[in-house]
């Protein structure tokens, strides 16, 4: 059974999606950031139920502490308005969940019943690439984004600012791609796609593109996480940024991504030169498979909740 924690029945559809896939034999009450929350009094009468909490806080709120409901939502005042939001935080306090599964988790926040979750990679799987194949790629970086964060939107600019350094040729419009990579001489080939939520393209387009890349880089959005965490490595090595968010299964760097604690280009092109690279790109693509969807529910999300 699922539960809406508001009085409309508003859920966010990815979170939906993956609660359906949870048998449980308890329900499920999944929470994000909904626009015009109402607090739905149907959950006073729950007993033991889990919680699923995707909400994210804001691009550029800065927080050293796992934001919790039940703990410290007045601490985010700007973020959760009103007496709705204040309702719900109170049943969490008085009724705890049986297992809290939150996403924008610290690893120093992890408890035995607060455990990381993640979006599952819901992408059909791609076939290992061979060392020669990989290393043939025509596209060194790409970097595919939505305007959620303002460092996506600095990348981008960076891309082509950088160029005048490293000599780069760059693609920033997917309607050019084909002949670019058709006709751009220049074999050092960058690519920063802004795809807006107006002008979605198909993900297997997208994922088309990654698999033509060496390194996929995946930037922070609303919060620490990015869907693309659970994209950019199905066929490409993943860069993202450094921080210390918990998840289900580790991205840890040189090992099976690369992480970035400095410049994002800088960092880029060090990981570019990186001599085990194939071997980075062969260890994500092994630790991707860990988070497809069925692999992720039966063999992570469901055992946590039948122990609990």
């Known amino acids: ?30 929470i994000t950031r909904i626009e015009g929350f109402k ?24 927080n050293k502490d796992t934001h919790l409901f039940g703990k410290n939502t007045s601490d985010y005042p700007e973020i959760y308005v009103g007496d709705e939001w204040k309702k719900f935080d109170d049943f969490i306090r008085s009724n705890p969940p049986l297992v809290y599964f939150k996403r924008e988790l610290f690893k120093k926040d992890v408890t035995d019943n607060i455990l990381p979750i993640d979006y599952p990679c819901w992408s059909t799987p791609y076939p290992m690439q061979s060392k020669q194949e990989f290393n043939a790629r025509p596209i060194n ?18 891309f082509w600012l950088n160029s005048s350094k490293n000599g780069a040729a760059i693609c920033d419009n997917i309607f050019h791609l084909e002949a670019f990579l058709r006709d751009e001489k220049n074999t050092n080939k960058w690519v920063t796609l802004n795809i807006a939520h107006y002008s979605r ?30 994209e950019a490595p199905v066929n490409s090595v993943m860069i993202m940024a450094a921080n210390e968010i918990a998840y289900a299964y580790e991205w840890k760097h ?50 946590l909740i039948n122990k609990a």
Not at 39 to 62: A, Q, R, V
Not at 219 to 229: N, T, Y
């Open 1 to 30: 059974m699922i539960i809406s924690p508001d009085v409309n029945g508003e859920m966010d559809g990815s979170v939906l999606r993956i609660a359906r896939e949870i048998n449980s034999h308890y329900p499920i009450v999944p």
């Open 39 to 62: 607090f739905n009094p149907e959950l006073l009468s729950l007993g033991k139920y889990i919680l699923l909490d995707y909400s994210e806080l804001h691009w550029n709120t800065e």
């Open 141 to 158: 970086a790409f970097h595919y984004w939505g305007r959620s964060n303002e460092a996506r939107v600095k990348l981008h600019a960076d």
């Open 201 to 230: 393209q198909p993900i297997e387009t997208i994922l088309g593109v990654n698999g033509l890349s060496k390194l996929s880089v995946s930037m922070k959005g609303s919060g620490h996480k990015c869907f693309r965490d659970a």
């Open 254 to 303: 040189k090992e099976n991504c690369f992480r970035m604690s400095g410049e994002p280009i800088e960092e880029i092109e060090a990981a570019l030169k990186y001599e085990n690279l194939y071997e980075v790109y062969c260890e994500g693509m092994g630790n991707i498979e860990k988070y497809r969807t069925p692999n992720y529910i039966n063999n992570y999300i469901l055992p």
